[in-house]
């Protein structure tokens, strides 16, 4: 099935400093989507990209699919303590099922 | 969107034993998934849980040791047979949006196998 590798596994920042996570994969990707698992809690659907090149904005959050459709990542600008969590890029691995990739968890100092 | 209940919502369980996990979905659907995430992983899917038909289990997963059911189109339940200290993880239950893809996932059931 499909594989994902993401990165950084691990992020501390400063409140307001920024964020990125990188998914990549080593063949080309249908689709990509993202999640977000709170501490405690389940993973959360945040976004889905399908065109190659594409970009989606949601409040801070900026994702971007590659031209390829080999790789994305998941930008946030000025990070709050509520962006505490861990985020999780998962692709198509067949019939309806998904493949996660290992996640980065992302910690914010205030 | 859909609304997943699973219980228990976590379990202390001695070694050897085998404990069942229940999935309730407020709508009918076809698909059923089962992720397992050990502390501090990803999530891993177990098995496929389809209404009338036996799981598909990804590799690495056997019926012994996971055996599922689903009797109809809202419930599923996990049995997580023979446990070991091992089988320490979260087990989520999801089902998915047709029509975007999306993953709803309940609240997991974290077990502790001692």
């Known amino acids: 099935g499909q594989q994902v590798m993401q990165i950084p596994q691990y992020q501390h920042v400063q409140e307001g400093e920024d964020f990125t996570t990188y998914c990549n994969s080593s063949t080309t990707l249908s689709n990509i989507q993202w999640y977000k698992q709170r501490p405690g809690g389940h993973p959360v659907f945040l976004i889905q990209?399908?065109?190659?090149?594409e970009v989606k904005k949601q409040k801070r959050l900026t994702f971007q699919f590659g031209e390829a459709k080999k790789n994305s990542s998941l930008h946030i600008t000025a990070t709050q303590t509520t962006d505490v969590g861990t985020y999780f890029c998962a692709v198509n691995s067949g019939y309806s099922t998904l493949t996660f990739g290992k996640g980065t968890m992302l910690l914010v100092s205030p | 969107s859909a609304v997943i209940s699973q219980k228990p919502s976590r379990d202390i369980c001695q070694r050897g034993t085998s404990l069942t996990i229940q999935c309730q979905v407020d709508?009918?659907?076809?698909?059923m998934f089962w992720y397992r995430q050990q502390p501090g992983q990803s999530l891993t899917l177990i098995a496929t849980a389809n209404q009338g038909s036996e799981a598909t289990y990804e590799s690495g997963f056997v019926i012994d040791k996971f055996p599922i059911s689903r009797p109809n189109l809202t419930f599923s339940t996990l049995t997580v047979s023979n446990m070991s200290p091992e089988d320490s993880s979260i087990y989520l239950c999801?089902?998915?949006?047709?029509?975007?893809?999306?993953?709803?996932f309940g609240e997991g059931s974290r077990l502790t196998v001692l």
């Open positions: 709508s009918q659907v076809t698909m």
């Open positions: 990209l399908v065109k190659s090149g």
């Open positions: 999801s089902v998915g949006d047709r029509a975007t893809g999306e993953l709803f």
